[in-house]
Structure formats: C-alpha cells, structure tokens
C-alpha cells in the first residue's frame, strides 16, 4: 500500500518560509520522480516544484528563487522549502510520486500566507 504523508504546512505572514515534508512508504522511493503540487480555491492543481531521480530540479516560474525542493532517499522524504511567502502562495500543497498521471498522491497541507 502506497502513502505519502506530508506535514508542516500552517499560517505564516508574508514574507515568513516554511519547510514541508513528504515521507513516502510502498513505492521504491529512489526511483520515482517526485512533485509538488498546489491547488489554490477555485483554480485547479498545478505544479510547483520537482525533483528527478538524479535530482534534476524543475519549478513554477512563480516560485523561482523562492522555493527548494529537495530529497533524501535513505529517508525516503522530500522537502519543499519556502521562503519570501505571498499571500498568492496560499493553497493546500499536495505531495506526489511518479509524476501527474500517477496515483499515488498525499492528503494535503494547508499553507496560509497572510498580509
């Protein structure tokens, strides 16, 4: 059985980071490309940050310079670090395995960035 569990999502002012964590189980984690995604009210879910097996990094034009995604097999986590928050990064930030067609995606964390 596959899960990805996120954590660290919470309220921040602007200008204000925070660090989410992704452990993943059930899937040979060093394998797989890993993601994060984000899904503002009303918009649909939409990439943010990547991360290839050999650790080639892609991200949203709207987060560049902000964001570092990273990951650590022998943990089988990835991490997406935030810095310099916006309000417009405010949505829930959903962690993914393999890729927008997969299946395997976490349950969500909640950022909040207020003004």
């Known amino acids: 059985q596959v899960q990805l569990v996120e954590s660290g999502g919470g309220l921040v002012q602007a200008g204000g980071s925070l660090r989410l964590s992704c452990v993943a189980s059930?899937?040979?984690?060093?394998?797989?490309?890993m993601g994060w995604y984000r899904q503002a009210p009303g918009k649909q879910r939409e990439l943010v940050a990547s991360?290839?097996?050999?650790?080639?990094?892609y991200y949203a034009d709207s987060v560049k310079g902000r964001f570092t995604i990273s990951r650590e097999n022998a943990k089988n986590a990835v991490y997406l670090h935030m810095n310099s928050l916006k309000p417009a990064d405010t949505a829930v930030y959903y962690c993914?395995?393999?890729?927008?067609?997969?299946?395997?995606w976490g349950q969500g964390t909640q950022v909040t960035v207020d003004s």
């Open positions: 059930g899937i040979i984690f060093r394998l797989n490309p």
């Open positions: 991360i290839t097996r050999g650790d080639y990094t």
């Open positions: 993914n395995a393999g890729g927008i067609s997969s299946e395997y």
